[in-house]
């Protein structure tokens, strides 16, 4: 957020907000999913119309009466929250793409070492220079002008189609090819084209450009069509070493490894808090099956073989040599394969046409894709 110049909103009011007229184009960044959740309607209302028109009760000055004001924000804006909670809006969250932060205890250790780091003179230049690289690239955007970006590769992409929101998040990636190209539109020829005695000029997308969203998408749209949190995921990694070491050990099979959450909470180092709220819901989607012991002792099975990476990768498009030929836009979709059906080794995908075939993730990723024409 320290990219914006303006400090981001600790709280947006339900009504004061949409009486500011000068939103076009900007970014409206909150600090806590909670500061926005008396305004989320009219935040959603703006993402998806573009616009938002609020008509609000106020006092004429010149009569004393009460009189209808009419408010109009026009858009787009660019929405960017930040939530340490679980559970957020799910028609917010499909607007959205979702980046979730690394707890990993090498990333803790990185940090470690970046704070002792700023306490040093060292640290202290390189807090000027980030400044000063802050500064170019706000000029650098500043050069950026509006002009439409044209897709000739868009009509041979393929999207997953299995749920209804990934009509919202193949928009996502089609924006993501524009908007990646439009950083790049001073080394892009810029074309024209006369309709109606109007000049249209427009720049064109790249195969390197729609590459290079899809590795951005490939991290970010495979884990929003996933069916658990981030967290949830990660903590569901944690517990398939668990037992996987278990069964090593015991030499026994997975279904017979038993385990307590007192045994996941000193096997992870999670707290007790986060442990019961993940594991509550890995209950509830039946990756986790109870069994209830004498007294108040719950033991745990786990019933769904997966591995700490799953649903986080995948290819959500071709290769730039795919882009160019052969082979296109192989788009999984979520991970996990069908869970009232048949279910899927570990590592192997279903296909089509009923065949199996293993991804080179590991991970389970039914497929939809396209073949571009020679």
Not at 320 to 335: K, L, N, Q, V, W
Request: net charge positive.
């Amino acid at each position: 957020m320290k990219s914006f110049r303006s400090p981001p909103w600790p709280h947006v009011p339900a009504k004061g907000w949409p009486h500011e007229p000068a939103n076009w184009h900007k970014v409206l960044a909150i600090v806590e999913e909670e500061g926005a959740e008396r305004a989320s309607y009219a935040l959603k209302l703006l993402q998806s119309e573009g616009e938002l028109t609020i008509a609000s009760t106020g006092k004429d000055p010149a009569t004393g009466r009460l009189v209808t004001h009419t408010y109009r924000v026009e858009g787009p804006v660019a929405i960017m929250l930040t939530t340490t909670a679980i559970e957020v809006d799910e028609e917010l969250l499909n607007r959205c793409l979702v980046l979730s932060v690394d707890e990993g205890r090498e990333q803790t250790r990185a940090i470690h070492e970046r704070q002792r780091r700023s306490r040093t003179i060292e640290g202290k230049l390189e807090r000027e220079e980030a400044a000063r690289i802050r500064r170019a690239h706000r000029n650098a955007q500043r050069l950026l002008r509006p002009i439409f970006v044209a897709n000739p590769y868009a009509p041979e992409l393929r999207f997953a189609d299995h749920v209804t929101r990934t009509r919202r998040d193949h928009m996502k990636y089609l924006t993501l090819i524009s908007a990646v190209a439009l950083l790049h539109q001073h080394q892009r020829a810029v074309k024209s084209v006369e309709h109606r005695g109007q000049r249209i000029e427009y720049i064109e997308a790249t195969s390197e450009d729609v590459e290079v969203a899809t590795r951005l998408s490939n991290a970010v749209l495979g884990r929003s069509l996933d069916e658990l949190p981030p967290q949830t995921r990660r903590l569901l990694g944690e517990i398939a070493s668990m037992v996987e070491r278990r069964m090593a050990e015991e030499g026994v099979e997975r279904r017979l490894v038993r385990f307590s959450r007192r045994e996941v909470r000193e096997w992870s180092g999670w707290s007790q808090t986060q442990v019961k709220l993940h594991m509550d819901r890995l209950e509830a989607l039946e990756y986790l099956v109870p069994y209830r012991m004498r007294g108040p002792l719950v033991v745990y099975e786990l019933a769904y073989a997966v591995g700490a990476d799953a649903g986080t990768t995948g290819p959500w498009s071709g290769s730039a040599g795919a882009m160019s030929g052969g082979d296109r836009a192989i788009i999984p979709r979520m991970s996990g394969g069908d869970r009232g059906g048949e279910r899927a080794p570990n590592g192997v995908k279903k296909a089509a046409n009923g065949a199996m075939t293993r991804s080179a993730s590991g991970s389970t990723l039914p497929e939809t894709g396209a073949a571009r024409s020679s």
